[in-house]
């Protein structure tokens, strides 16, 4: 399966906005289920004011929120895909930055030392572009997902000694959500990476962070640890906007990788709860658009 350039432009132009507008069914579910659970009157209160801003958001067109966010491109390519990678990657940013001129949109991207914003939500190294592979024959699969910074700077990474075990890990995580507070607009999805790198221990925290609310860890060592922190973290009282209550967070979510034997790198990286994402699949078909 060929795939036009051209179109994809189109779609990564496309996305951006849908993921800036429509939030993905599996959060509007989490809220609704947090907001039945909930046992504090004013996290209660909290809760209904987000759905509602979502409500109005989807129904006027507006965005989810105003911080249009770091842009990242999750891109998947079939084993039977034929493209031009360079020319995808370029394709990809000319996309991301028609959609904040031509919308428009507020870009949030500035350099990092001269801190000058060419209003394109690009510079260097962004739009975040990671590719990955899979055996579908004739599928493309391109995900958007703005990350703010009310949440991205929420991460953490411990180069943590195996002796310390899983407790170390427990510990951490726990520590950081409550360092967090309320500054990552929660209820949050907490995303936890463990293992790999201090670099890939970072990028799977990430990729916890942004995974559909539902979904488990793979391996089930990974799941039960996410069970556990999820009934955890939402003892500690912070609650909805950091103003108390049972809804930290929608759920705590761990991808791990094999590490070194002398070490145990553990990151977190949270995603609040307006945790947008959009994406479109290629295939002969045509596009399909999800999430």
């Given at each position: 399966?060929?795939?036009?350039?051209?179109?994809?432009?189109?779609?990564?132009?496309?996305?951006?906005?849908?993921?800036?507008?429509?939030?993905?069914?599996?959060?509007?579910?989490?809220?609704?289920r947090l907001s039945a659970s909930e046992t504090d009157s004013t996290a209660r209160q909290v809760l209904g004011?987000?759905?509602?801003?979502?409500?109005?958001?989807?129904?006027?067109?507006?965005?989810?929120?105003?911080?249009?966010?770091?842009?990242?491109?999750?891109?998947?390519?079939?084993?039977?895909?034929?493209?031009?990678?360079?020319?995808?990657?370029?394709?990809?940013?000319?996309?991301?930055e028609r959609a904040t001129r031509e919308h428009p949109l507020r870009s949030s991207v500035v350099h990092p030392?001269?801190?000058?914003?060419?209003?394109?939500?690009?510079?260097?190294?962004?739009?975040?572009?990671?590719?990955?592979?899979?055996?579908?024959?004739?599928?493309?699969?391109?995900?958007?997902?703005?990350?703010?910074?009310?949440?991205?700077?929420?991460?953490?990474?411990?180069?943590?000694?195996?002796?310390?075990?899983?407790?170390?890990?427990?510990?951490?995580?726990?520590?950081?959500?409550?360092?967090?507070?309320?500054?990552?607009?929660?209820?949050?999805?907490?995303?936890?990476?463990?293992?790999?790198?201090?670099?890939?221990?970072?990028?799977?925290?990430?990729?916890?962070?942004?995974?559909?609310?539902?979904?488990?860890?793979?391996?089930?060592?990974?799941?039960?640890?996410?069970?556990?922190?999820?009934?955890?973290?939402?003892?500690?009282?912070?609650?909805?906007?950091?103003?108390?209550?049972?809804?930290?967070?929608?759920?705590?979510?761990?991808?791990?990788?094999?590490?070194?034997?002398?070490?145990?790198?553990?990151?977190?990286?949270?995603?609040?709860?307006?945790?947008?994402?959009?994406?479109?699949?290629?295939?002969?078909?045509?596009?399909?658009?999800?999430?």
């Amino acid at each position: 399966m060929k795939v036009d350039v051209a179109q994809v432009e189109d779609v990564a132009r496309e996305l951006y906005v849908r993921a800036l507008k429509m939030l993905p069914p599996d959060v509007k579910e989490g809220l609704a289920r947090l907001s039945a659970s909930e046992t504090d009157s004013t996290a209660r209160q909290v809760l209904g004011t987000m759905v509602t801003n979502i409500r109005v958001a989807e129904d006027t067109g507006n965005l989810l929120c105003q911080d249009t966010g770091i842009p990242i491109y999750n891109v998947t390519i079939g084993r039977g895909v034929e493209l031009d990678g360079a020319e995808l990657k370029r394709a990809i940013r000319r996309g991301c930055e028609r959609a904040t001129r031509e919308h428009p949109l507020r870009s949030s991207v500035v350099h990092p030392i001269t801190r000058v914003n060419e209003q394109t939500s690009c510079g260097p190294g962004v739009p975040a572009i990671h590719v990955d592979f899979s055996d579908d024959a004739e599928r493309l699969v391109i995900e958007m997902v703005p990350k703010g910074s009310g949440s991205e700077n929420n991460s953490w990474l411990r180069m943590a000694i195996p002796a310390e075990g899983v407790a170390a890990i427990k510990t951490f995580v726990v520590d950081c959500v409550l360092d967090a507070g309320g500054k990552t607009c929660p209820p949050t999805i907490v995303g936890v990476g463990i293992g790999g790198t201090s670099d890939l221990c970072v990028a799977l925290a990430k990729r916890a962070a942004t995974r559909a609310l539902g979904t488990r860890c793979p391996d089930p060592e990974g799941a039960a640890l996410e069970a556990s922190l999820s009934e955890a973290v939402n003892l500690l009282g912070v609650g909805p906007q950091g103003l108390g209550g049972d809804s930290t967070a929608f759920a705590v979510h761990v991808e791990l990788a094999a590490t070194h034997i002398t070490m145990n790198p553990v990151a977190v990286n949270m995603q609040c709860h307006s945790a947008r994402r959009a994406s479109a699949a290629f295939t002969p078909a045509g596009v399909a658009y999800g999430y």
